[in-house]
């Protein structure tokens, strides 16, 4: 995401809704992440796991972080994932724009 002009402005943001892992930003668009690893896939891809109610977890945190910034509502806000596997002792990475 470095490559297409987006910055790091947070990480491990915690509220009493819920916690998101990473907040990029690029001008007034904000990227919420969800990070998940996974070091088998006996129980699935990561991004399996990033279910309704987490969703909603994280688009209720990212409201309490706009708000506490006081950065306008109508800013373009992203919720992504990214997902982390481990293969034959190979690291890989998904990156999902959008993923819900």
């Known amino acids: 995401m470095?490559?297409?002009g987006y910055n790091i402005v947070d990480h491990n943001f915690r509220c009493?809704?819920?916690e998101i892992d990473l907040i990029l930003r690029k001008d007034m668009a904000f990227r919420f992440v969800?990070?998940?690893f996974r070091r088998?896939?006996?129980y699935g891809l990561p991004q399996e796991s990033v279910v309704k109610n987490k969703q909603r977890r994280i688009r209720n945190s990212a409201i309490i972080w706009l708000q506490r910034r006081y950065l306008p509502m109508d800013s373009e806000i992203h919720f992504d994932v990214l997902a982390i596997s481990e293969e034959f002792g190979k690291i890989k990475y998904n990156y999902?724009?959008?993923a819900f």
């Open 2 to 4: 470095k490559k297409k």
């Open 16 to 18: 009493k809704l819920g």
């Open 34 to 36: 969800e990070v998940k």
């Open 40 to 42: 088998t896939l006996d």
């Open 96 to 98: 999902i724009e959008d």
